[in-house]
């Protein structure tokens, strides 16, 4: 016996849907920035999102479903929580 290959995906993305996450208590990202969506860019995968935190200008790329996901448009609040092994620290000229 055959199993189409539409319905065998449909079936396994019912097997991997995950339930909802709840609140969180902890997180290991120490840099979290609330502020505003001030511009949200999409193309065909990606999506471009601004966030003005404060004086903090923070962009982020992430997936086009994930920002539609997450109903990311101008004036959302949201916060940006930041983690990297990569920070640039630079000294100001005097």
Do not use: Y
Not at 41 to 61: C, I, N, T
């Amino acid at each position: 016996m055959a199993v189409e290959g539409a319905a065998l995906a449909a079936f396994a993305q019912e097997l991997a849907e995950s339930p909802e996450p709840g609140n969180t208590t902890a997180a290991s990202a120490r840099n979290r920035l609330r502020g505003i969506v001030t511009r949200v860019v999409k193309d065909g995968v990606m999506a471009q999102v601004e966030l003005q935190a404060g004086p903090f200008r923070v962009v982020s790329l992430m997936s086009r479903e994930a920002a539609d996901e997450l109903g990311l448009e101008p004036g959302v609040i949201a916060v940006a929580s930041i983690k990297s092994t990569h920070v640039v620290v630079e000294i100001p000229e005097a």
